[in-house]
């Protein structure tokens, strides 16, 4: 008998607390809505969350690891893309 | 014993008998999503068992507490329908059978269409507690039953091993789901006090659930047969008393145990 490999699927939670769906991990199913039933076992059994996202991992694109030295590095030293060199007034609070 | 106590034993000890078997298949499910669905579902069956017994218990007022009653019962006073205990291998005599995941499912079906259609009308009971109970377990309920239904289509709508084992199931356990319904004179006086639920008038409702997933998993409904069980009077299976000491050995092993 031949043996198939159900699809792998990437699982997304949204936290009652949180406004976006996080990456929690992957799992197997046949299908999007066994996928989703599945996520909701495996990944919500301790209130983690209210909404579930699950993405067929095949059709991520990943960037290539090995392309880390020209895709990332020079970031390294332009701090000043970050805007800590401001002085903010008082009365702005949350920032 | 008060009637009242045993209606709520039959409604704990069917959720803490099924929760047992369908806690056998924790570590040995199919694929690992559905080992720890399954457990899942069973910890909340298990669940549901300890607020009707602890609920049974009080309402006895003779100092047994849901460990009491779940661990410290022989075969015979135990009040779960034989449906729940039947083994997850199914029941054919003589050739060895190893546990099937379409009799698993398919029995599901069956039982959550049933306790779905229970937890619906025990919302109304004049027992407020009862009513709690239901309430909570329904929403419980609602989601084991579609896991069960989404299995017994993808099974029964499989391939034709598959649908061969759930055909199979559903043959061997269909005679067991005329004690769901029977009429019984407990469960008559608890109804007509407004406190439970005649299986006759849960019929109708569990019908037409289980007839439509039966439908789309291309299954047949075997001809009905007089063959009544009788686990809700403490008769139980030759099968039950191997579950029930697997079940208790631990407690009665080390009494008081708490881990």
Redesign the interface.
């Known amino acids: 008998m031949e043996r198939k490999e159900w699809p792998l699927w990437e699982v997304f939670i949204r936290s009652k607390q949180g406004l976006d769906h996080r990456h929690v991990g992957s799992l197997h199913a046949v299908d999007a809505k066994q996928a989703v039933q599945m996520a909701r076992d495996v990944y919500t059994r301790r209130m983690e969350g209210v909404s579930i996202w699950v993405v067929p991992s095949e059709a991520i694109t990943a960037s290539d690891p090995d392309d880390k030295a020209e895709m990332f590095d020079p970031m390294a030293d332009k701090v000043y893309r970050h805007p800590t060199f401001y002085k903010l007034p008082k009365e702005v609070e949350h920032m | 014993m008060n009637p009242h106590i045993e209606y709520l034993l039959r409604l704990g000890d069917s959720s803490l008998v099924l929760g047992q078997r369908l806690a056998e298949w924790t570590g040995h499910g199919p ?4 080992d ?2 399954l457990t ?1 579902i069973a910890l909340d069956l298990v669940g549901q068992a300890r607020l009707l017994l602890t609920h049974a218990g009080r309402l006895e007022g003779a100092g047994r507490d849901e460990d009491a009653l779940a661990y410290f019962r022989d075969t015979a006073e135990f009040r779960n329908f034989t449906l729940c205990e039947l083994p997850n291998s199914g029941i054919e005599r003589g050739r060895a059978h190893g546990a099937c995941y379409g009799f698993t499912v398919v029995r599901n079906l069956l039982f959550f269409a049933w306790q779905a259609q229970c937890w619906g009308a025990l919302t109304d009971s004049a027992d407020r507690d009862l009513a709690a109970i239901a309430a909570k377990s329904a929403k419980e309920t609602a ?1 084991h039953l ?2 069960a239904a ?1 299995w017994v289509v ?1 099974l029964g709508d499989g391939t034709a091993d598959s649908h061969a084992r759930c055909q199979r199931a559903l043959d061997q356990l269909m005679p067991y789901c005329n004690e769901l319904f029977a009429a019984d004179a407990l469960e008559e006086d608890l109804a007509a006090r407004g406190i439970g639920v005649r299986g006759a008038d849960l019929k109708a409702g569990w019908d037409a659930q289980v007839r439509a997933v039966l439908e789309e998993a291309t299954l047949t409904l075997p001809a009905a047969c007089a063959f009544t069980s009788a686990g809700r009077r403490g008769q139980h299976s030759e099968h039950f008393e191997y579950l029930l000491a697997e079940m208790q050995s631990l407690a009665r092993a080390h009494p008081g145990a708490q881990w």
């Open positions: 694929v690992l999503e559905e720890i669905a899942n989601y579609r896991h989404d993808r």
